[in-house]
């Protein structure tokens, strides 16, 4: 099988997207995480450009690593100076980096307008400046810049740039879609051409933009075209619309086009790398995203639920366990039996064909009225078990009361009775709280925590609340959602009025519900099993 060449770009392209920024640790962290990935060549960072980034490469000087190498980033020399006399190429050759990657000019417009020197005086930076770092022992990347703006400008002088990298002992030359204005199509003539030229003497790599939404098709013809690196971001961050997303690329490379890419029985790791790295920049995990998203392998229409339960590859490309990712059912009015009867399956219930259409028919009907049951497992399984004859409610209501109070000190005072019934013993209970739903939910619990004491452990993580037709004013219908969590594992429920009060209530009586039902400790602990849905 032929190996690609794995450049991560992450600490260095990828910083350069709005937004981001790490402290040296943090990218310390990166470096660790990408390595235990498997991939071949961490581009740290511009260590001439910071002191964040000097702090670094001391730090990775001291560090070791299993697969990767590190490159440091820089430059051509400046106009005017010799490359030995050239600060940031000092810097370069002072770093422990083994391989050096430095970006130079190829387009005609930059020659005139950004570094101001006739097409002589820049070959001769790009040769000399890779000449320099060779002869201090360095292994050099050469990146053209806007190759493929260059490319379709004056092809002859954009390879005669190459040549210029190369014939000075560039091991690799990365045709950069600087502005990522390129479409597949041109980037594969063009990568053809100058692996067709070039190709015997050096590696051919392809670093690619996201500017037109083909970044990773870019990269993918690049190497259909005879590249061997391939260039790339974690979850492809980056200036403008980022890089080509290195982990889209690495699935495709090996699970599509036959490529090795990562060392064999890596490629699971894929989802928790890409997970990560968006924990230590605090971005939430983008849903959507191919192969590693939580929705990559989530089904929502009902079709192609009974389509899976038949044959999973009737609707999915790959096995979601190749990438580390999982599966995922989603409930909604647009589900059929067979979603019903897989979630009943996964919390170990009985459901019949019967009880089936009758909890799928509600479903419907409540989604109607409001209810939206995707966000809500746990008051979804609780109509199930409705349905199929295995719900056990905690207690039954006799009434509840929430007086709110203004006073003229300007204090609001709420306070919350409820009366219930549980095992044929009637409870009482008043509570204050900061809002109706705390001092109801603080009533509920003191009623009943005697007979549930785990209750206590039960704490409500988030509240969303939606108004759903906005245009009936105060008496529209109000959505509530409720997270809660025992602290291991986390649940959603939903209640739907046009009170919000009882709609709070109704969530509420569900959150806490649902963990005390019979069976459900042993459900829990299989889901425990399973790959969380982050
Ligand atoms: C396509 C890419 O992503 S390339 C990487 C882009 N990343 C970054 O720019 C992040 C890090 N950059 C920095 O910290 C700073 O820009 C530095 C330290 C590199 C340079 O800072 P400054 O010296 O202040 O220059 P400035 O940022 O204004 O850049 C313009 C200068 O760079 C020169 N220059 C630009 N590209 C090149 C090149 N490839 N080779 C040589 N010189 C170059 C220009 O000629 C100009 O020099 P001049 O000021 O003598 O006319
Ligand atoms: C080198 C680089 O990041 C580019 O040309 O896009």
């Known amino acids: 099988m032929t190996q690609i060449q794995l450049y991560d770009a ?110 002589e005086e820049n070959l001769a930076m790009i040769a000399e400046s890779v000449a320099f770092l060779r002869e201090q022992g360095k292994r050099v990347v050469y990146d053209a810049e806007h190759f493929f703006d260059a490319w379709r400008d004056d092809e002859a002088y954009a390879l005669r740039c190459l040549r210029a990298a190369a014939d000075a002992g560039a091991e690799t030359l990365a045709l950069c879609d600087t502005n990522g204005s390129s479409l597949p199509h041109q980037i594969a003539a063009a990568t053809a051409r100058v692996v067709d030229e070039l190709g015997d003497a050096v590696r051919v790599a392809i670093h690619c933009h996201n500017d037109c939404e083909c970044g990773v098709a870019n990269s993918l013809a690049a190497v259909d075209a005879g590249a061997r690196q391939v260039q790339g971001t974690v979850n492809g961050i980056g200036e403008r619309t980022g890089n080509a997303n290195l982990v889209s690329i690495i699935a495709n490379l090996e699970l599509k086009m036959g490529y090795e890419a990562l060392p064999a029985g890596h490629l699971d790791r894929l989802t928790e790398t890409a997970h990560y790295v968006d924990e230590l920049l605090n971005v939430a995990p983008d849903p959507n995203q191919p192969f590693v998203g939580r929705n990559a392998f989530a089904h929502k229409g009902g079709l192609h639920v009974a389509g899976v339960r038949a044959d999973a590859t009737t609707f999915e490309h790959v096995d979601p366990a190749l990438v580390g990712n999982h599966r995922d059912l989603l409930v909604s009015e647009l589900a059929g039996k067979a979603t019903v009867v897989e979630k009943a399956e996964e ?188």
């Not at 990775?60 to 600060?87: C, H, K, Q, W, Y």
């Not at 939206?372 to 509840?400: C, H």
């Not at 529209?476 to 291991?488: C, E, F, H, K, P």
Request: glycine share 8%.
């Open 10 to 119: 992450t600490l260095r392209d990828g910083m350069q997207g709005e937004g981001m920024s790490l402290t040296a640790a943090e990218k310390l962290r990166v470096v660790h995480k990408l390595d235990e990935l498997g991939v071949h060549l961490i581009e740290a960072g511009f260590p001439a450009s910071n002191p964040k980034e000097e702090e670094l490469f001391a730090l990775l000087a001291r560090e070791s690593f299993v697969n990767a190498e590190i490159a440091a980033f820089g430059m051509t020399r400046r106009r005017d100076v010799a490359a030995a006399d050239d600060p940031a190429l000092r810097v370069l050759v002072d770093s422990f980096a083994p391989v050096c990657t430095i970006v130079g000019k190829t387009w005609g417009l930059h020659l005139e307008k950004v570094v101001r020197v006739d097409r």
């Open 347 to 534: 919390a170990g219930l009985a459901v019949d064909d019967a009880a089936a259409a009758r909890v799928i028919e509600r479903v419907k009907e409540l989604e109607h009225e409001g209810h939206q049951f995707e966000a809500a497992d746990a008051s979804f399984e609780l109509l199930m078990r409705r349905e199929s004859g295995e719900y056990e409610p905690l207690f039954t209501l006799e009434s509840w009361r929430v007086i709110v109070e203004k006073r003229e000190d300007g204090k609001v005072q709420t306070e919350a009775t409820i009366k219930l019934w549980a095992d044929g013993e009637r409870y009482v209970h008043t509570a204050e709280g900061n809002g109706p739903v705390h001092a109801l939910d603080a009533a509920l619990r003191g009623a009943i925590t005697e007979r549930h004491p785990h209750l206590a452990d039960i704490e409500l993580v988030n509240f969303k609340v939606r108004i759903l037709d906005e245009t009936k004013g105060s008496d529209a219908r109000i959505r509530v959602l409720v997270d809660a969590s025992d602290g291991t594992e986390t649940w959603g429920s939903i209640g739907v009025s046009t009170n919000l009060i009882e709609a709070s209530w109704q969530a509420l009586v569900d959150s806490l519900e649902h963990p005390m039902q019979p069976g459900r400790a042993d459900v829990a602990q299989a889901a425990a099993a399973r790959p969380a849905r982050t």
